[in-house]
């Protein structure tokens, strides 16, 4: 058997990005030789994939990407299990590789847009990371004719489409922007789920300045309270971010448009974390060295 010098193991590294351990288990299965030693990895890299599949990958990165007039746009999540591979730049190449397809593609189909080729860029990815990493949704938004679609996205972590009847991109984006800070529950009142308006009447009546109150002044305080809550709630009711004094319904019609709705995706929503316990980790570790 070759002995293995650490040349070999660095340049081993350099080209797969893997660890030091990993690569001289390599090398040293493939008898000294590098390019065996990457075909074997990388015909390992479905079983160390599917290993890691298990793992929650709650952390990750919302993109966008808007056709350059305006009518359709397209958002993508991809998770990681860490937020430091989040903002890797090999995460963040293969995150927007896949945007791309979905962008081209207008499929909001995983199984579609995670064909061969994409899903054996994953397995590598896993592979040279350490992490597992889940292709989680997609969406694509039309304009109507004559309208326009609005991205913003705060910080990789949330995302936002916005459809206008007309206007400008800009304002579209301003518009996004505004639904990522405020996070409205939906575009219009008219759009509020029964189910929530009667969850909120029933939190009213419980309140207890509401005990004891003659049934026309009661039905009376509840309506004018949730009025309140379908403003406070509603996007075309608040008040705009930027400028209060105004609505953001109105800050579309000063742009000659209305907003028709909005898609809101922020990283990990809805997956439940994996509690962690770090120390009992570190200690496993070392009992196993």
């Not at 990895?41 to 966008?64: C, H, P």
Request: with cysteine; hydrophobic share 40%.
């Amino acid at each position: 058997m070759a002995a293995i010098s650490a040349s070999q193991v660095k340049e081993l590294r350099e080209r797969t990005g893997l660890g030091m351990m990993e690569c001289k288990k390599a090398l040293t299965e493939a008898d000294g030789d590098i390019e065996r030693a990457i075909e074997d990895l990388r015909k390992n890299s479905g079983l160390k994939a599917a290993k890691k599949a298990g793992r929650t990958a709650a952390e990750g990165a919302i993109l966008t990407r808007v056709a350059d007039d305006g009518s359709y746009g397209a958002m993508l999540e991809v998770n990681s299990e860490t937020d430091f591979v989040a903002r890797d730049e090999n995460f963040t190449r293969f995150a927007k590789t896949v945007l791309d397809k979905v962008f081209e593609t207008k499929s909001e189909d995983m199984t579609e847009i995670m064909d061969a080729e994409l899903e054996d860029a994953r397995n590598q990815l896993v592979q040279k990371i350490g992490e597992n990493i889940s292709v989680r949704r997609a969406v694509v938004v039309d304009a109507p004719e004559g309208g326009v679609v609005g991205a913003y996205v705060h910080g990789d972590r949330i995302g936002v489409l916005t459809r206008l009847t007309a206007g400008s991109a800009d304002v579209a984006k301003d518009i996004a922007m505004h639904v990522a800070a405020i996070n409205p529950v939906v575009a219009r009142p008219e759009e509020m789920p029964q189910e929530q308006l009667d969850q909120e009447k029933a939190v009213i009546l419980a309140q207890p300045d509401m005990a004891g109150k003659p049934e026309q002044i009661a039905e009376k305080m509840v309506q004018g309270r949730l009025k309140k809550y379908l403003a406070e709630n509603s996007l075309t009711e608040q008040p705009f971010v930027k400028d209060p004094n105004q609505t953001v319904a109105e800050y579309a019609k000063s742009a000659g448009g209305e907003v028709l709705g909005f898609t809101r995706f922020e990283v990990g929503e809805g997956i439940e974390k994996e509690e962690v316990d770090f120390a009992k980790e570190v200690m496993e570790q070392a009992r196993r060295s």
